[in-house]
Nanobody, 125 residues
Framework: VQLQASGGGLVQAGGSLRLSCVVS????????IGWFRQAPEKEREGVSC????????IYEDHVTSRFTISKDNVMNTVWLQMSSLKPDDTAVYHC???????????????????WGQGTQVTVSS
């Protein structure tokens, strides 16, 4: 299983970035995908997650109305469109896959078992 995140970079406050997560080695239409981030000396936190079929999304309060998650199971890719970025959004962003045998309803890192390397997002003030 591989999850390859990319698209990070340096951007000014108010700017936008689009992160991509290319997934291989697992049937993406059976897995939920989440974006998580970790800033220096802070715990990893959820950002946004999307269900296996793509029909349900979860956004954490700190990104609601600014970020949009989307998924294409044919292209095996999940995107995170980030707008109105703030310096507090600075972190390493990771994508991860999780399987929810019953109902998708979590964007907690503990519920996602397969992780890729992260991509650095830096927002300057």
């Amino acid at each position: 299983v591989q999850l390859q995140a990319s698209g990070g970079g340096l951007v000014q406050a108010g700017g936008s970035l689009r992160l991509s997560c290319v997934v291989s080695g697992l049937p993406l239409d059976q897995y939920a995908i989440g974006w998580f981030r970790q800033a220096p000396e802070k715990e990893r936190e959820g950002v946004s997650c999307i269900s296996s079929g793509g029909g349900r999304t979860i956004y954490e309060d700190h990104v609601t109305s600014r970020f949009t998650i989307s998924k294409d199971n044919v292209m095996n890719t999940v995107w995170l469109q980030m707008s109105s970025l703030k310096p507090d959004d600075t972190a390493v962003y990771h994508c991860a896959a999780g399987i929810f045998p019953h109902e998708f309803g979590s964007c907690s890192p503990k519920d996602f078992g397969s992780w890729g390397q992260g991509t650095q997002v830096t927002v300057s003030s």
